[in-house]
């Protein structure tokens, strides 16, 4: 089993960033593919990013494609995404996920096993 923590959530103003963190405990995540998701009120679970096993291959979202960067510190069994010129729409709860079957970036949702229990994330204009 593993556990994944999200944490760096929070309130910021429209063009500013944050650094949200996805720690995972119970088991080392070097072999597994990661991923972002988020989702707004009254809206379905959405992908936003994904990273392979060694953080060499990642893909994202068309809307924050340019804006976010997700990346990896296998040592400390972190996952990260950095999130710049943040705007309203981005507003969500944000969630990391662990693909126990992939080690290749993957953006279906229903290819992740592990979820955290998410950080939101409010941008106001």
């Known amino acids: 089993q593993v556990q994944l923590v999200e944490s760096g959530g929070g309130l910021v103003q429209a063009g500013g960033s944050l650094r949200l963190s996805c720690a995972a405990s119970?088991?080392?995540?070097?072999?597994?593919?990661m991923g972002w998701f988020r989702q707004a009120p009254g809206k379905e679970r959405e992908f936003v990013a994904t990273i392979n096993w060694s953080g060499g291959n990642s893909y994202y979202a068309d809307s924050v494609k340019g804006r976010f960067t997700i990346s990896r510190d296998n040592a400390k069994n972190t996952v990260y995404l950095q999130m710049n010129s943040l705007n309203p729409e981005d507003t969500a709860v944000y969630f990391c996920?662990?693909?126990?079957?992939?080690?290749?970036?993957?953006?279906?949702?229903?290819?992740?096993?592990?979820w955290g229990q998410g950080t939101q994330v409010t941008v106001s204009s």
């Open positions: 119970g088991r080392t995540i070097s072999s597994n593919a």
């Open positions: 996920a662990l693909s126990s079957t992939y080690s290749v970036p993957t953006r279906a949702r229903e290819e992740y096993d592990y």
